[in-house]
């Protein structure tokens, strides 16, 4: 069964612009959650979706949005870059929620200049 | 609110020595505990998961983690350090509600193997 497919796996934008992450669970998993990953702040949780619907959201501003599509697949969007939205974004997916096993795509590093 | 803290930022064994990576956590219910291993340029892999069935929890590439309630601790273990094992390892307990799922990582350990 393939993994969790992230595209695209590198990026580079300048502040000010917006970019759009993509997601393909394994699958059969309807849970994609997304992650921020920076030197300073360690892996956060952005947001979770589950069947279409986004069920929790972490501690970030609304410039960071996401959504799902009915075939699971899930998009991340982030409006009006900054210098500190350099990281590494990472997916993983679920077969349901509520503690189940997370597992991760390989990635998308996002350098803003 | 649940929480996790890796002792150690830094883990330097020789191969063939021990290892221990340290994880305590703090849950107001039954927590779901994970550790993952991150190689450079790399996503997270998953070696073992939590879920109360056994305090014992053996997972990949040779790797156990013992929970222990009265300690709130999760340590990670290897009997046998092998050069490949050098990586950064990360603690996760999983928060789930009606709000949805979401894990929380400790800051993470990295793990150096020399030769």
């Known amino acids: 069964k393939a993994g969790v497919t992230q595209t695209p796996r590198y990026l580079i934008k300048t502040r000010g612009q917006q970019v759009t992450l993509s997601c393909s669970p394994i699958s059969g998993h309807r849970s994609v959650s997304w992650y921020q990953q920076t030197p300073g702040q360690g892996l956060q949780f952005l947001f979770e979706?589950?069947?279409?619907?986004?069920?929790n959201k972490g501690n970030f501003p609304g410039r960071f949005s996401g959504r799902q599509f009915s075939n699971s697949r899930s998009e991340m969007n982030v409006s009006t870059l900054e210098l500190g939205d350099s990281a590494l974004y990472l997916c993983?997916?679920?077969f349901g929620a509520g503690g189940e096993t997370q597992y991760f795509g390989p990635g998308t590093r996002l350098l803003v200049l | 609110a649940q929480s996790v803290t890796q002792l150690g930022s830094h883990v330097s064994v020789s191969e063939g020595a021990l290892v221990l990576l340290r994880c305590n956590y703090s849950?107001?219910?039954?927590?779901?505990l994970f550790w993952y291993v991150q190689y450079p340029n790399q996503g997270l892999q998953l070696l073992l998961k939590y879920t109360s069935a056994a305090t014992l929890v053996k997972g990949i590439n040779g790797f156990e983690a013992e929970f222990k309630k009265s300690e709130t601790s999760f340590h990670l273990t290897k009997p046998s350090a092998h050069m490949s094992d050098a990586a950064e390892y990360f603690c996760?307990?999983?928060?789930?509600?009606?709000?949805?799922?979401?894990?929380?990582f400790g800051k993470g350990t990295t793990l150096s193997v020399s030769s």
């Open positions: 996760a307990v999983s928060s789930f509600n009606q709000a949805g799922t979401a894990l929380i």
């Open positions: 979706y589950f069947s279409e619907t986004q069920r």
């Open positions: 993983a997916s679920s």
């Open positions: 849950s107001s219910v039954p927590p779901y």
